[in-house]
């Protein structure tokens, strides 16, 4: 690829100007392409880049509200941090569970015979 943006020849102007004067040197007309395909394949990667991340927040359902420096909405933020405190709730409610149904199972241990604790209901019939 770098030997197709070397110039084989540079045509010369009659009248040259300054800019002509620069660019008259095969080896600058060949600095100036690599810099321009650097500047080229850098916007592309930077493109593909910023697609792949929206379309990951689209996937997220995450919407960009500002276009200046990317924000996220503030909704599904909100909606995440409701989630986690239902199931947050939910976890007390349940331990909460547990320990009452530990201190009845505590309860009918004292009441049942020592023999009968562990055993299981096969060994009634």
């Keep these: 690829m770098l030997y197709r943006i070397y110039p084989s020849r540079v045509l010369g102007n009659?009248?040259?100007g300054f800019v002509d004067n620069i660019f008259a040197s095969r080896l600058v007309v060949f600095a100036a392409r690599l810099v321009l395909f650097s500047v080229a394949l850098v916007l592309a990667f930077a493109a593909?880049?910023?697609?792949?991340?929206?379309?990951?927040?689209f996937k997220l359902r995450q919407w960009l509200v500002r276009a200046g420096p990317f924000q996220v909405s503030e909704a599904s933020?909100?909606?995440?941090?409701?989630?986690?405190?239902s199931w947050r709730s939910e976890a007390v409610a349940l331990k909460e569970q547990v320990r009452t149904l530990s201190r009845t199972l505590e309860e009918f241990r004292d009441?049942?015979?020592?023999?009968?604790?562990?055993?299981?209901?096969?060994?009634?019939s």
Excluded: F
Excluded at 48 to 57: C, E, F, L, Q, T
Excluded at 117 to 123: I, K, M, P
């Design 77 to 85: 933020i909100e909606a995440l941090k409701d989630e986690v405190e």
């Design 111 to 124: 009441v049942l015979p020592a023999d009968r604790v562990g055993t299981s209901d096969e060994d009634d």
């Design 14 to 16: 009659a009248n040259p």
């Design 48 to 57: 593909a880049y910023i697609i792949w991340s929206i379309v990951n927040w």
